[in-house]
DNA sequence: CAGTGGTCTAGACCACTTT
DNA sequence: AAGTGGTCTAGACCACTGA
């Protein structure tokens, strides 16, 4: 709760990101390292810092005897792939005010795959958790997620409504600290159609995922689908260093 | 003892990759920043410097006040969607070796959504190049380019069959600075499905990409078809900073 | 050529985790 | 308390770009 003063790399960051944003550098140039660092009082190193963080962001770019530059196309990005955590920011970063609905919360025995990926025995407990993301009642993004039964209570399906990795905190204790995302495509069928309001067969793109905590451990496997005309993906690829 | 040319950075960066590799931390933690610096004889900031490359790589993780641990995940990602830049590079990192064939190369006037992007008039040329990826003559991957024509000479099938970035370099001497893309589920119809060997309407991931110049001028558009079965994207997503 | 970002040093103190 | 990574400084020289 105690709100921790930024670091002088991040207000320098925020500094820079006004400024771009208040259209400062109508040339798309961004002042000289050197100059920042007189400017704002702070040294070359934590300007250089700032710098790299907001080109690994996107927001500029740097080239080498030039200069640095506002990257407008980095500003066309909306969700940042490798970022993604939470789908209600997701959908908020689109411009949307999102709703939740949980449609399911129940124990079933893990089938083969799911257990072999969360380290359980076939016939284990997972307990599933299976959201819908609206738009004005508009459907967007189906999520499956299953959680060992072991690492779950008896939750209410006000608790499903957070976000999973904030219900798997409550839940277990465990922090969730990060995702392996396979991007998969598929076909909307049956019921997972009807429920997104698509027809049959249309294809769509799906996060297969497994979540483990910080000390490496599996905890959740969980799959996404998308509304592609409500919800698209971009990013920027960018030749590597 | 350590030369120029690749930078300290690079050069303390592929040393820890080969100690990793090699097996030399076996409970995955790696020494300390300060033990490194003075082992390889490099200051900490060198030291630091490398370590955020190789955890931006996904190759370690940091933990203030705990240490820097080899990424066991980070290993089994083979191609990071953000470095992709030929197609054949990403099939080797698959293990496989691609064969590329050149499947049309021609001039055609463009229709308005390429004329858009590209910043042509409707029904000005642009210089289509479709290639296919092999690996044992199984399909892998479809591309379909479209560069402006008046960037283009007459090239010959053999010279199409260069990534497209070189080749559009030789073309017209114009750098491809990076890539924005789209990530857009399809289902293979027709032609398409019968070049990449699938059944008529198989769920397919395809980029949908527009390429720039050094200058932010619009130089390519792209449509790449993936056999999902062949080839698969995964990336790690980790809590934003 | 002057000016830019890229690399590197040596050292200081802070925030956090583990023992 | 000891040890770790996180932040920050001040300064040096190099590699590259552009007029």
Do not use: C
């Not at 002088?8 to 550098?25: A, N, S």
């Not at 799911?114 to 999520?143: M, Q």
């Not at 049959?200 to 905590?213: L, R």
Request: proline fraction near 6%.
């Amino acid at each position: 709760m105690i709100a921790r003063s930024p670091s002088l790399t991040e207000q320098v960051m925020t500094h820079l990101k006004d400024r771009i944003v208040r259209g400062d550098f109508p040339d798309g140039r961004i002042p000289a390292e050197t100059e920042l660092a007189a400017d704002l009082g702070v040294s070359r190193t934590t300007v250089r810092d700032a710098l790299s963080r907001l080109e690994h962001e996107g927001v500029v770019v740097r080239k080498q005897g030039a200069g640095t530059f506002v990257n407008a196309a980095g500003l066309q990005i909306t969700s940042r792939l490798e970022e993604i955590w939470s789908y209600e920011d997701v959908l908020r970063d689109h411009g949307y005010t999102p709703s939740v609905e949980v449609l399911r919360l129940e124990r079933e025995p893990a089938g083969p795959d799911v257990a072999s990926v969360l380290g359980l025995a076939e016939g284990d407990e997972v307990l599933v958790v299976e959201k819908l993301f609206r738009e004005n009642d508009e459907p967007v993004v189906l999520t499956v997620n299953m959680i060992p039964g072991t690492l779950a209570g008896s939750p209410k399906r006000r608790d499903a409504r957070a976000p999973i990795y904030r219900f798997l905190a409550d839940q277990s204790g465990r922090q969730l600290a990060y995702y392996l995302s396979d991007i998969v495509p598929v076909a909307l069928q049956g019921e997972r159609a009807a429920t997104l309001g698509v027809a049959p067969g249309t294809p769509a793109i799906s996060f297969e995922e497994t979540g483990y905590d910080t000390e490496d451990r599996p905890v959740l496997r969980a799959a996404s689908f998308f509304r592609d005309d409500l919800l698209r993906f971009r990013l920027i690829r960018r030749k590597a260093v």
